[in-house]
T-cell receptor, first 110, second 113 residues
Framework: NAGVTQTPKFQVLKTGQSMTLQCAQD?????MYWYRQDPGMGLRLIYY???????DKGEVPNGYNVSRLNKREFSLRLESAAPSQTSVYFC?????????FGSGTRLTVV | DAKTTQPPSMDCAEGRAANLPCNHS???????VYWYRQIHSQGPQYIIHGLKNNETNEMASLIITEDRKSSTLILPHATLRDTAVYYC??????????????FGKGTKLSVIP
């Protein structure tokens, strides 16, 4: 039982490059989320998917797109990376009692 | 705006109880109190949640005041592995508002040998 798996764990991008962060969960949860965490800060919600086939913006959606590929998978895409998107990205899935988070993707944009 | 207020940092001696306070004076009737922790730079980990009754599980106890305006997370016998940032969060258990898990800066708990 892996929980929430994120790939890659580390990534360095040049400004303007694009990439997709992958997330998969094996707990049959309906809801999935993408958060970012900047140094010394709490997590901020980028996008979420309440159920398969739906996505909604969170607190900081600008510069990102998401795809809920199926119930298990929720991807986050940066179309044109900017240095301000340097952060640690966490994917999560949830049932009402609580969330399970992945181990994070550490992204640096130079 | 954060719905909760927590002290930025606390110390606790190893083996002693760690009591982490949280103020949530504007909590609504349908909102639960959730606690998560983040060890080093790992993903946050769910600890416990409650509505108005005190709750206990294998990790911790949650004490909620009768007026529900504040709560305390208790780690009964803190170990060095409990050193982490602890987040107190309020949110509805279900429905549209339940998808917005808002993290503040939390309390940095340092367990001292």
């Amino acid at each position: 039982n892996a929980g929430v798996t994120q790939t890659p764990k580390f990534q360095v991008l040049k400004t303007g490059q694009s990439m997709t962060l992958q997330c998969a969960q094996d707990m049959n949860h309906n809801s999935m989320y993408w958060y970012r965490q900047d140094p010394g800060m709490g997590l901020r919600l980028i996008y979420y998917s309440a159920s398969e086939g739906t996505t909604d913006k969170g607190e900081v959606p600008n510069g990102y797109n998401v795809s809920r590929l199926n119930k298990r998978e929720f991807s986050l895409r940066l179309e044109s990376a900017a240095p301000s998107q340097t952060s640690v990205y966490f994917c999560a899935s949830s049932e009402p009692y609580g969330y399970t988070f992945g181990s994070g993707t550490r992204l640096t944009v130079v | 705006d954060a719905k909760t207020t927590q002290p930025p940092s606390m110390d606790c001696a190893e083996g002693r109880a760690a009591n982490l306070p949280c103020n949530h004076s504007t909590i609504s009737g349908n909102e639960y109190v959730y606690w998560y922790r983040q060890i080093h730079s790992q993903g946050p980990q769910y600890i416990i949640h409650g509505l108005k009754n005190n709750e206990t599980n294998e990790m911790a106890s949650l004490i909620i005041t009768e007026d529900r305006k504040s709560s305390t997370l208790i780690l009964p016998h803190a170990t060095l592995r409990d050193t982490a940032v602890y987040y107190c969060i309020v949110r509805p258990y279900s429905g549209a508002g339940s998808y917005q898990l808002t993290f503040g800066k939390g309390t940095k708990l340092s367990v001292i040998p």
